[in-house]
């Protein structure tokens, strides 16, 4: 893959949302390095194969995922997001088809102190089955005591975080600082394979030097899988993800590899499963304001706009404005039993709406405000619609309009109103 390959309409899209639609819209800080971390994504860095049908999504997507004894749906994996990917958002990516979806990452201290913050973390999905918890630490002893407690029963697969490169995280060992001392970080795989209770641990980690030699150490610690993201440590989420290092690492390895970075379209992860060897791969960005992404969209979906990616300016995105794109998305991924349906989401139910599913946009709010109450609905909601409503035409009087909303109620409302106006996907 070579940086010219990429037909992304996120690239503009995205540039705009490291800008001022994430202040304008969210009026969040959001994690450190968010702007630039989102800014990066989608431009020439972006990884796809230029063809915009479907062809081909089927059979690339056919190998099985395998964790240990457990046997994914699909090889896509939603990636933790800390701050975006939280109980309400995996399920709508779970019902899009995402084979698994994991916790934002956390803190095995906190779940040993018995913090109410982190066990809030834990909150999982009916869907979320199989269900994936990501911890980060650096004692052994605290994975162990951790994994010991009621709150982590429930889990199917264990992750461990060995990726996160910001300070406050690495100045504590945890993170991506066990990057640098192989042999902690297998004691930590294999304490977590020892407490685990025969389920499999999983671990995502970067890129660097050593990756290799470090990726054999926690394979014969007990890990049974590793995600890999292509970007160095003191990279953050600067540049390109290098998908040949990660290639790379899944072919030296006899344990699958989710190879993860810039993929933000269909056609990205139909070229990173045919040419990199990995057996799954892993989206993050690509997924906010694009959750259809796991149903393999693009192409199909779309009506024929090539791309996926981020809701673009080209049209059929959630609000309609070219050809009701979200509807006929919501449809295809129904027929494949993927949805669960208008019927499991019904805190604004909407006569309207009918035995449709809610496009997955309205969808999100529904199920924010299930597990959340309305204050933490509508700032989440907030910080999504930056991405939802990237380069929709007339946008930015709807943000304006949104950013006054203090209700959930009268959120759902506005976008309800913003969809039919569009001549969307209601009509
Ligand atoms: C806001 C934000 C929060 C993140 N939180 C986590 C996290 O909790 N755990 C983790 O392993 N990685 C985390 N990451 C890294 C992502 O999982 C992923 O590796 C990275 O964004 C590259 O993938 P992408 O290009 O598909 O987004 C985070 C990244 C961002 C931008």
């Known amino acids: ?3 010219g390959d990429t037909i992304e309409r ?4 995205i540039a705009g949302v490291g800008g001022n639609g994430a202040v304008a819209i969210a009026g969040v800080g959001s994690a450190e390095g968010f702007a630039s971390a989102t800014a990066g994504v989608g431009g020439n860095g972006a990884i796809a194969d230029g063809v915009g049908s ?3 999504f089927a059979s690339a997507m056919a190998a099985a995922l395998k964790i240990g004894k457990i046997v994914l749906t699909s090889p896509l994996i939603l990636a933790p997001l800390a701050g975006y990917t939280d109980v309400a958002f995996r399920r709508l990516c779970r019902d899009c088809g995402a084979g698994l979806t994991v916790t934002e990452m ?3 201290k906190g779940l040993c102190y018995g913090s109410r913050n982190t066990r809030e973390l834990l909150r999982t999905a ?3 089955r199989p269900s994936c918890v990501q911890l980060f630490g650096s004692d052994p002893a605290f994975f162990e005591r951790a994994l010991a407690l009621p709150e982590l029963a429930g889990f199917d697969i264990i992750d461990v975080n060995m990726g996160c490169p910001m300070p406050k995280i690495t100045k504590n060992g945890d993170g991506s600082a066990l990057l640098s001392d192989p042999a902690k970080a297998a004691k930590i795989v294999a304490a977590c394979v020892k407490a685990g209770g025969g389920r499999p641990v999983t671990v995502k980690m970067r890129i660097f030097g050593d990756a290799i030699a470090f990726a054999r150490a926690l394979c014969d610690a007990g890990a049974a899988m590793l995600a890999v993201h292509g970007r160095t440590p003191a990279q953050r989420y600067s540049g390109a993800a290098d998908w040949d290092a990660i290639g790379n690492i899944a072919r030296a390895l006899p344990i699958p590899v989710a190879g ?3 993929v933000v379209s269909v056609s990205g992860v139909r070229f ?4 990199y060897g990995v057996s799954g791969v892993m989206i993050g960005r690509g997924a906010l304001g694009n959750p259809a992404i796991f149903s393999g969209a693009d192409g199909d979906y779309f009506g024929g706009h090539s791309g996926g990616g981020y809701v673009g300016a080209s049209g059929g995105d959630y609000f309609g404005a070219a050809n009701g794109g979200a509807f006929s998305e919501c449809r295809g991924v129904a027929a494949n039993g993927g949805y669960a349906g208008a019927a499991c989401c019904d805190s604004f139910p909407d006569s309207a709406v009918g035995e449709r599913p809610l496009p997955p946009v309205l969808r999100h709010l529904n199920y924010l405000t299930e597990y959340f109450p309305d204050r933490y609905a509508v700032t989440g909601m907030r910080k999504h619609l930056v991405y939802y409503l990237c380069g929709v035409p007339g946008a930015k009087r709807l943000k304006s309009k949104i950013a006054a909303l203090e209700t959930a109620a009268g959120l759902f409302a506005e976008l309800k109103s ?3 106006q569009n001549g969307g996907v209601f009509t």
């Open 1 to 3: 893959m070579t940086a």
């Open 10 to 13: 996120g690239a503009v899209a």
């Open 54 to 56: 479907a062809e081909g």
């Open 106 to 108: 956390t803190s095995v």
């Open 126 to 128: 009916p869907n979320e």
């Open 260 to 262: 993860n970075g810039d």
């Open 272 to 275: 990173a499963l045919k040419t």
């Open 418 to 420: 913003a969809l039919y």
